[in-house]
């Protein structure tokens, strides 16, 4: 009887080795591409095509196990657990003094590295490179019917570190939402090529296949964000009938759920949120008064190159709008992107009329969702906005634990108290080469928040309700008041 049962648990270890073998080979081959897409997928656009059917995960039956699996905090590679950690707890705190004692220890991944090159081997392994980020499966949050009714797209920027955008995508990431990731042309061919290579490991998940050279303040930072969002807007309904479009930079990060998201967005009632001002400076109507071109080459005593301001008067904008300042990161209704960058000739004019003038991205959506015909568009302005966090180094009295880039603060660790209960949807900016700490404990807030009910969290940390826009925020005039 004892020989007997040696002799099956030798056959069952067999099995079980067969078997794994098989699948880890099954997983090699299952990374969907652009040339054989797997069928019933969201087929990701070949050269000159943009193809789309209902999106669906794509996973191997190899990971359809460890759905829970927690990340060990001591690991570079943890950008989040189930819980928020004792580090964590401290680093939300504020307090510099124990932030300062943790810092002495190895116990939390203060740089979270990861090179181009290294990510193109680990996509090749689709399961390696879900699990290092934490995708779906080895993120499961609990997706309501309310998020199931209410896709999201997303347009993300990024010019270099896919590692970077990989941290946002998998704190954003849903499989019923959809996510554009724009590659500035002259990122090096190692990011382009780590990036894309990325994107086949997930059916929503796509490189824009229209790339702009950007140039700070230029057209060209405009047409990056358009990029995407016409490409988002050739997905047909039936694959993703997405609602609301939010366009994102790669060193953002989220302080809300998915959830928190969808409530916030409903709660906009079908109008787009576009932060801006309709009382403007001399000094910001210098950016539409006159014309400004390139230079043939960067300043000397300039890091990047921008748009010089030149003596001609410019032409006033089309159909009589006024010039106002608009922010540039926002969330657009799909009806308005269709009217604005597709079916309108106003939309058109206004964009050829930008293409000379001074951060045009920073006029264009304003000055469209003022315009009477406008879907999800007002004649109003108040400078109420919900996208980004920004901690900005224009008062003597805010301190930057990071370092400061263009007058905004790269978060460090002990910033990140301020900016954690932000009301804001996105925060900007994190550089988690720099210090990781922020998108770490970010993430570890919403994934408690995403998975475990309010009762059974032991930290402070309850879910967020939406903030509720001002009545003037809904208010729109008659289309036949004319243009303004």
Same mark, same amino acid.
């Given at each position: 009887?004892?020989?007997?049962?040696?002799?099956?648990?030798?056959?069952?270890?067999?099995?079980?080795?067969?078997?794994?073998?098989?699948?880890?080979?099954?997983?090699?081959?299952?990374?969907?591409?652009?040339?054989?897409?797997?069928?019933?997928?969201?087929?990701?656009?070949?050269?000159?095509?943009?193809?789309?059917?209902?999106?669906?995960?794509?996973?191997?039956?190899?990971?359809?196990?460890?759905?829970?699996?927690?990340?060990?905090?001591?690991?570079?590679?943890?950008?989040?657990?189930?819980?928020?950690?004792?580090?964590?707890?401290?680093?939300?705190?504020?307090?510099?003094?124990?932030? !300062?004692?943790?810092?002495?220890?190895?116990?939390?991944?203060?740089?979270?590295?990861?090179?181009?090159?290294?990510?193109?081997?680990?996509?090749?392994?689709?399961?390696? /490179?879900?699990? @290092?980020?934490?995708?779906?499966?080895?993120?499961?949050?609990?997706?309501?019917?309310?998020?199931?009714?209410?896709?999201?797209?997303?347009?993300?920027?990024?010019?270099?570190?896919?590692?970077?955008?990989?941290? /946002?995508?998998?704190?954003?990431?849903?499989?019923?939402?959809?996510?554009?990731?724009?590659?500035?042309?002259?990122?090096?061919?190692?990011?382009?090529?780590?990036?894309?290579?990325?994107?086949?490991?997930?059916?929503?998940?796509?490189?824009?296949?229209?790339?702009?050279?950007?140039?700070?303040?230029?057209?060209?930072?405009?047409?990056?964000?358009?990029?995407?969002?016409?490409?988002?807007?050739?997905?047909?309904?039936?694959?993703?009938?997405?609602?609301?479009?939010?366009?994102?930079?790669?060193?953002?990060?989220?302080?809300?759920?998915?959830?928190?998201?969808?409530?916030?967005?409903?709660?906009?009632?079908?109008?787009?949120?576009?932060?801006?001002?309709?009382?403007?400076?001399?000094?910001?109507?210098?950016?539409?008064?006159?014309?400004?071109?390139?230079?043939?080459?960067?300043?000397?005593?300039?890091?990047?190159?921008?748009?010089?301001?030149?003596?001609?008067?410019?032409?006033?904008?089309?159909?009589?709008?006024?010039?106002?300042?608009?922010?540039?990161?926002?969330?657009?209704? @799909?009806?308005?992107?269709?009217?604005?960058?597709?079916?309108?000739?106003?939309?058109?004019?206004?964009?050829?009329?930008?293409?000379?003038?001074?951060?045009?991205?920073?006029?264009?959506?304003?000055?469209?969702?003022?315009?009477?015909?406008?879907?999800? !568009?007002?004649?109003?302005?108040? !400078?109420?906005?919900?996208?980004?966090?920004?901690?900005?180094?224009?008062?003597?009295?805010?301190?930057?634990?990071?370092?400061?880039?263009?007058?905004?603060?790269?978060?460090?660790?002990?910033?990140?108290?301020?900016?954690?209960?932000?009301?804001?949807?996105?925060?900007?900016?994190?550089?988690?080469?720099?210090?990781?700490? !922020?998108?770490?404990?970010?993430?570890?807030?919403?994934?408690?928040?995403?998975?475990?009910?309010?009762?059974?969290?032991?930290?402070?940390?309850?879910?967020?309700?939406?903030?509720?826009?001002?009545?003037?925020?809904?208010?729109?005039? /008659?289309?036949?008041?004319?243009?303004?």
């Amino acid at each position: 009887m004892t020989r007997m049962t040696s002799r099956s648990a030798l056959t069952m270890l067999a099995l079980v080795i067969a078997i794994t073998g098989l699948l880890i080979f099954y997983d090699t081959l299952a990374v969907p591409t652009k040339s054989k897409p797997t069928a019933g997928l969201l087929v990701k656009p070949a050269p000159g095509t943009l193809t789309w059917t209902r999106p669906q995960r794509n996973i191997p039956q190899s990971e359809s196990a460890n759905t829970n699996a927690a990340w060990n905090i001591s690991s570079s590679a943890s950008l989040g657990v189930h819980f928020v950690s004792k580090q964590c707890r401290i680093i939300l705190s504020g307090n510099t003094h124990d932030i !300062g004692e943790l810092r002495k220890s190895e116990d939390f991944p203060w740089r979270y590295l990861e090179n181009d090159t290294d990510i193109v081997e680990m996509a090749a392994n689709c399961s390696l /490179l879900r699990n @290092r980020y934490r995708f779906p499966p080895y993120f499961a949050a609990k997706v309501s019917a309310e998020e199931l009714a209410f896709p999201i797209a997303y347009s993300v920027l990024a010019h270099e570190n896919v590692n970077q955008i990989l941290v /946002l995508l998998s704190a954003i990431y849903r499989d019923h939402n959809i996510h554009c990731v724009h590659i500035d042309a002259k990122a090096s061919q190692e990011t382009y090529n780590a990036m894309l290579r990325a994107s086949e490991c997930f059916t929503n998940i796509f490189v824009a296949k229209s790339r702009q050279t950007v140039v700070y303040a230029h057209v060209s930072r405009l047409l990056a964000d358009i990029e995407c969002m016409k490409e988002l807007l050739e997905v047909p309904k039936s694959s993703c009938d997405w609602k609301y479009l939010i366009n994102l930079y790669s060193q953002d990060f989220p302080s809300r759920t998915n959830l928190e998201v969808v409530r916030q967005l409903k709660e906009f009632q079908g109008f787009n949120s576009i932060g801006g001002y309709l009382d403007i400076s001399d000094h910001i109507r210098r950016r539409t008064k006159y014309v400004w071109k390139l230079p043939n080459a960067a300043p000397k005593k300039s890091r990047e190159m921008r748009p010089i301001r030149t003596k001609q008067r410019h032409s006033p904008p089309p159909s009589n709008m006024t010039v106002v300042k608009n922010l540039a990161y926002n969330f657009y209704t @799909r009806g308005f992107l269709r009217w604005a960058l597709i079916e309108s000739e106003v939309g058109r004019a206004l964009l050829e009329w930008s293409e000379d003038t001074y951060s045009p991205d920073e006029h264009f959506w304003l000055m469209m969702h003022r315009y009477p015909s406008a879907p999800g !568009g007002s004649r109003l302005a108040n !400078g109420y906005q919900l996208a980004r966090k920004i901690v900005w180094g224009y008062s003597k009295n805010i301190s930057c634990h990071g370092e400061w880039r263009h007058q905004i603060c790269v978060i460090g660790a002990e910033d990140v108290w301020r900016v954690s209960e932000a009301r804001e949807l996105f925060i900007n900016k994190f550089d988690i080469a720099l210090d990781s700490a !922020g998108p770490t404990c970010m993430r570890q807030l919403l994934d408690e928040r995403a998975t475990v009910p309010n009762s059974d969290r032991i930290s402070r940390n309850a879910d967020k309700i939406p903030a509720i826009p001002p009545n003037v925020f809904f208010e729109k005039e /008659l289309i036949s008041a004319g243009p303004p």
